[in-house]
T-cell receptor, first 113, second 114 residues
């Protein structure tokens, strides 16, 4: 169990640019979640995959956001035309189908200038 | 729909004193409840979870929480605070037990005074 890993740890970008984050879940976990956390707030649910199927998306996930998990293993979260309001910590978590315990990665801190 | 309210964005206790972090929930179905801890520059770690079994749940690092349906509360306690307990603590609720997303509270920053 190597844990959930996220890449990069930090990303600084200019407004209007596209960014992509990667999440590698724990290998035997078939469920994968993306959350966003801003300063002074708890994590907010963005989307959830079971294997390669995206089963739920939050209203927070605007059209500029897209997430994929093509082979049911790693996942990517892309933000197009970034805005300053997108600045946040993006967290990935995974779990197995038989255990509701979520394991979180350390997150990707996005700063949009 | 579900929600969580954590009372107190900051709680300060002396080392060795009782820790009490408050959490109240709202859920239209019997909830699953969780406490997570976040240390600086680290991911969230599960402290404990309530899944409709025993109402008093024991977690890691000496923490425990009691589910009180009548008060819609799930407060986190530890009898004796340690300096290493200083962190951000999040209460969370799930209606589906993990199949859907967790709804987190805003967090409580626990400060331990020497």
């Amino acid at each position: 169990d190597t844990g959930v890993s996220q890449d990069p740890r930090h990303k600084i970008t200019k407004r209007g640019q596209n960014v992509t984050f990667r999440c590698d879940p724990i290998s035997e976990h078939n469920r994968l979640y993306w959350y966003r956390q801003t300063l002074g707030q708890g994590p907010e649910f963005l989307t959830y995959f079971q294997n390669e199927a995206q089963l739920e998306k939050s209203r927070l996930l605007s059209d500029r956001f897209s997430a994929e998990r093509p082979k049911g293993s790693f996942s990517t979260l892309e933000i197009q035309r970034t805005e300053q309001g997108d600045s946040a910590m993006y967290l990935c978590a995974s779990s197995s189908q038989t255990n509701e315990k979520l394991f979180f990665g350390s997150g990707t801190q996005l700063s949009v200038l | 729909a579900q929600s969580v309210t954590q009372l107190g964005s900051h709680v300060s206790v002396s080392e060795g004193a009782l820790v009490l972090l408050r959490c109240n929930y709202s859920s239209s179905v019997p909830p699953y409840l969780f406490w997570y801890v976040q240390y600086p520059n680290q991911g969230l770690q599960l402290l404990l979870k309530y899944t409709s079994a025993a109402t008093l749940v024991k977690g890691i690092n000496g923490f425990e929480a009691e589910f009180k349906k009548s008060e819609t509360s799930f407060h986190l306690t530890k009898p004796s605070a340690h300096m290493s307990d200083a962190a951000e603590y999040f209460c969370a609720v799930s209606a589906g037990g993990g199949a859907d997303g967790l709804t987190f509270g805003k967090g409580t920053h626990l400060i331990i005074q020497p």
